[in-house]
C-alpha cells in the first residue's frame, strides 16, 4: 500500500524530467486521484481511464527519453534515483554543490 508521502515522492520524481513544469505534476496528481476517487465511488466512466491513460503516456515517453539519451552518466541504481531528488531550481542546485565542496574541501584537508 502508498502511503500519501510516497504518492507525492513518486509524482516528485516522475515530474523531475519536465524541470520543474507545474502543469505535468499537476497532470501526474490528476492522474492519481481520479482513479482512486472513482475507484472507492464505484464508478469509473471508460472515457476518463482512456484519457488518463493519454496523459500518463506523455509522462512515460519523457522519462523513456530522459533515461535513453542521459543514462549512461548514471554509475549505479542510487544514482539514478538520486536524480529526481536534486532541488528544481538552479539556486538551491547551485546552493547544494558549494556546501559539496565545502565538505569535500574539509576532507581533503
Not at 20 to 25: I, S
Amino acid at each position: 500500500m502508498t502511503t500519501k508521502r510516497e504518492y507525492s515522492l513518486t509524482i516528485r520524481r516522475a515530474a523531475f524530467a519536465w524541470c520543474g513544469d507545474e502543469l505535468n505534476r499537476e497532470t501526474l496528481e490528476h492522474s492519481r486521484e481520479v482513479p482512486n476517487n472513482s475507484i472507492h465511488l464505484d464508478r469509473f466512466p471508460e472515457s476518463d481511464g482512456e484519457t488518463i491513460m493519454y496523459q500518463l503516456k506523455r509522462q512515460v515517453e519523457m522519462l523513456t527519453y530522459f533515461f535513453l539519451m542521459f543514462g549512461r552518466r548514471f554509475g549505479t541504481p542510487d544514482d539514478i534515483q538520486a536524480v529526481p531528488d536534486l532541488p528544481q531550481t538552479t539556486d538551491k542546485l547551485r546552493k547544494q554543490i558549494g556546501l559539496r565542496e565545502f565538505g569535500l574541501g574539509l576532507l581533503s584537508e
